[in-house]
């Protein structure tokens, strides 16, 4: 994904997704961070310096300032959002019944395209989802 040259959006909210984004931000393509939080008072970490400075990094929020601390209601908004402004998702696992699936099962409905990896664990994607 990095290599095709696509503006990338996601939360990068657990170690793994930090862990994508730092590899991403070693790329050309635009970055767009979209934190579960305000961004009012952020401060930026100095690995996101190099990419913020040269404009390849931008952070939006749909959030308002009062909202300082990550929860699981607004990761769901965020993802919600980050749904709504993105033209295809990549999600890397979505179990039956989860609250991931049934983002993928809406943002289908809307006709959002949905890819995901190859793998018996995500077969229940396989319904609406491309492989990659």
């Known amino acids: ?15 793994m997704e930090w862990e ?17 939080r305000s961004i009012v008072g952020m401060h930026l970490k100095s690995e996101l310096q190099p990419a913020f400075s040269t404009g390849r990094l931008l952070i939006l929020s749909p959030f308002e ?17 980050v749904g709504a402004i993105a033209d295809r998702m990549f999600v890397a696992h979505a179990a039956p019944g989860s609250r991931t699936m ?20 995500n077969s229940a994607l396989a319904q609406f989802a491309d492989w990659i």
């Open 1 to 15: 994904m990095r290599d095709q040259g696509r503006t990338l959006i996601g939360g990068f909210h657990s170690p």
């Open 20 to 36: 994508c984004l730092g590899i991403l931000l070693r790329g050309k393509q635009p970055v767009i961070w979209v934190p579960a």
């Open 65 to 81: 300032q009062k909202h300082k601390r990550v929860t699981a209601a607004l990761a769901e908004a965020r993802n919600r959002f």
């Open 102 to 121: 049934t983002l993928c099962e809406e943002l289908h409905a809307h006709g959002k395209k949905i890819v995901t990896v190859s793998d018996p664990a």
